[in-house]
């Protein structure tokens, strides 16, 4: 009985996020209600409500998703390992970019989202951080530096490419990418750090 009830929550859990990407597709951020969005689910508002708080909380589900694919992707290596085969960094965004363009654009990339990304740029920021500290003998304030860096660079030069359409050859723009950071903070980390660490801090 419990995992009938269990696949019920997940079913009714993947109709709103369903709808609600498609609603995002084509209706501002503060234009989406939950009337509209329980209605397109096929569910009653109290049923949405079981689910999430409000709009906001329901994004906030998707920040905390990308947050935790992109950490998970850059703990399964050290950061000198990443820095070293940098493309190997981006596989995962584009992969999620790929999976539903239009909405992950929307959310990612437009300026009615900007809010949300900023709260995965500080939270994957504050992760990078301590993996940089991991692998180069600079202070925090240097690899805060460099995880900031990395992060508004690489959605700044993707928002680039995808909202200006002319051009979304993905292997293309991770290899652009690739090169704007490894060249971005490669003379920096020469500069300021002391090699490799030893040990964690």
């Given at each position: 009985m419990e995992e009938k009830v269990d696949r019920r929550v997940i079913r009714t859990r993947k109709a709103i996020q369903k709808s609600f990407e498609e609603l995002a597709?084509?209706?501002d951020y503060h234009d989406i209600t939950i009337k509209e969005l329980a209605e397109k689910a096929n569910?009653?508002?109290k049923t949405f409500y079981l689910h999430f708080d409000s709009i906001e909380d329901l994004v906030n589900s998707y920040v905390n998703e990308v947050?935790?694919?992109?950490?998970s992707l850059f703990k399964q290596?050290?950061?000198k390992e990443n820095y070293e085969h940098p493309g190997q960094n981006l596989t995962e965004l584009i992969s999620l970019l790929q999976e539903s363009k239009d909405f992950w654009s929307r959310l990612l990339f437009s300026d009615e989202?900007?809010?949300?990304t900023r709260k995965i740029e500080r939270m994957v920021a504050k992760e990078m951080t301590q993996s940089i500290l991991a692998s180069f003998s600079i202070n925090r304030d240097d690899a805060k530096l460099c995880a900031?860096?990395?992060?508004q660079n690489t959605l700044s030069t993707l928002r680039f490419f995808i909202n200006d359409q002319r051009n979304t050859d993905y292997d293309q723009i991770q290899n652009k990418i690739s090169?704007?950071?490894?060249?971005?903070?490669s003379t920096f980390l020469d500069k300021f750090s002391s090699g490799p660490q030893i040990e964690n801090r």
């Open positions: 597709t084509t209706h569910i009653n508002r947050t935790q694919r992109l950490v290596r050290s950061f989202y900007s809010f949300f900031n860096f990395l992060i090169r704007l950071n490894t060249f971005g903070i």
